[in-house]
T-cell receptor, first 112, second 115 residues
């Protein structure tokens, strides 16, 4: 069974601070996705990283895929209260039908 | 487009009761998925379908059944509800090229409690 470990599980910071969320596995994935989930709603895809070492930027969010395609990180610069939510990483399994393996998520609270 | 819709939004069942969670997508997606999300846990795949008439088990299929008679609909059936099935259930869909190349769209979820 492929597992994704996310850390930290909870993060509470002040507006304007920077933060990094980590997603680690002992397994190799075809690609890795990051989702953001608001209370009472389904996850919404933020980004997909495909190539080992790939870095993608989405405004104040920077996503990185590890060289070995086993880990990823999400860095938020100058966090804002609107960034509050549950951030989930999900690895796309290799071979056969593509399926997602989700981490447990990081619950981020940005205080004004 | 409404995207992925799920009904009901909330449901309370007694142990041993049955119910069907409905999922419909209007994006003509071939791939559809059912996940459950327990508190403090990530989403776990229950069943998935790569097209009408084709379904397969995911990571946690026990206690559930699915069918896919049309492209649009992918209902999830609980035959004998158990407290361990208390969870939030999400349906998702993606285009025919699969997750790697296409966005997976999630419904708003069904919150199920089994007492």
């Amino acid at each position: 069974t492929q597992l994704l470990e996310q850390s930290p599980q909870f993060l509470s910071i002040q507006e304007g601070e920077n933060l990094t969320v980590y997603c680690n596995s002992s397994s190799v994935f075809s690609s890795l996705q990051w989702y953001r989930q608001e209370p009472g709603e389904g996850p919404v895809l933020l980004v997909t990283v495909v190539t080992g070492g790939e870095v993608k930027k989405l405004k104040r969010l920077t996503f990185q895929f590890g060289d070995a395609r086993k880990d990823s990180s999400l860095h938020i610069t100058a966090a804002q209260p609107g960034d509050t939510g549950l951030y989930l990483c999900a690895g796309v399994t290799q071979g056969g039908s593509e399926k997602l393996v989700f981490g447990k998520g990081t619950k981020l609270t940005v205080n004004p | 487009n409404a995207g992925v819709t799920q009904t009901p939004k909330f449901r309370i069942l007694k142990i041993g009761q049955s119910m069907t969670l409905q999922c419909t997508q209007d994006m003509n997606h071939n791939y559809m998925y059912w996940y459950r999300q327990d508190p403090g846990m990530g989403l776990k795949l229950i069943y998935y379908s790569v097209g009408a008439g084709i379904t397969d088990k995911g990571e946690v299929p026990n206690g559930y059944n699915v069918s896919r008679s049309t492209t649009e609909d992918f209902p999830l059936r609980l035959e004998l509800a158990a407290p361990s099935q208390t969870s939030v259930y999400f349906c998702a869909s993606t285009n025919s090229r699969g997750i790697l190349t296409d966005t997976q769209y999630f419904g708003p979820g069904t919150r199920l409690t089994v007492l």
